[in-house]
């Protein structure tokens, strides 16, 4: 399994969004992640905090990078993955501790395209796509105190079929 952790100033991102209107939402955020937060800037927020943890699980941002990469499915632990989600959650309390942040919210994410690639090349040490009946997946936990979003992810390999996503 891969880790990664970031914090995000909301209003660096609600500055972005001003700068470059709709268009910079559109290119970090897909439709279903609009939905993070009643308050957009927070759900954009929440987002970029998010992905950013998956990029650094991956290693970086690989050759083909796409913010869309990752997709939020829904809610954590994802079926034939339970036994990841509390090695999340056992990373939580030492970010809690050291942000003073409460990691209240969770969610799943499909990680495709180049980041999916790179996911796997550093999970199983293969460059080639995933075998028949697995994906790369990650799980999300994250929150918010005033102007700041922290949020840990770790991304795994689990059946293909125990993700459901939209």
């Not at 897909?30 to 992905?51: F, Y």
């Amino acid at each position: 399994m891969l880790f990664g952790v970031d914090v995000v100033d909301v209003a660096r991102v609600t500055r972005a969004m001003s700068y470059s209107g709709p268009a910079y939402t559109r290119h970090v955020v897909s439709p279903g992640e609009r939905d993070l937060h009643a308050d957009p800037g927070l759900a954009t927020a929440a987002t970029v905090a998010v992905k950013e943890c998956l990029v650094k699980a991956v290693g970086g941002r690989p050759r083909g990078f796409s913010w869309h990469d990752f997709e939020a499915c829904g809610e954590v632990p994802l079926p034939g993955a339970e036994w990841a989600d509390p090695l999340l959650a056992a990373a939580v309390p030492e970010v809690e501790a050291a942000t003073r942040v409460a990691m209240t919210e969770r969610c799943a994410y499909t990680v495709l395209g180049a980041s999916g690639a790179a996911a796997l090349a550093r999970l199983t040490g293969r460059s080639a796509a995933p075998a028949d009946g697995e994906a790369v997946v990650g799980m999300a936990r994250w929150g918010v105190r005033g102007d700041l979003i922290v949020a840990v992810a770790i991304l795994i390999i689990t059946p293909r079929g125990a993700l459901r996503c939209p």
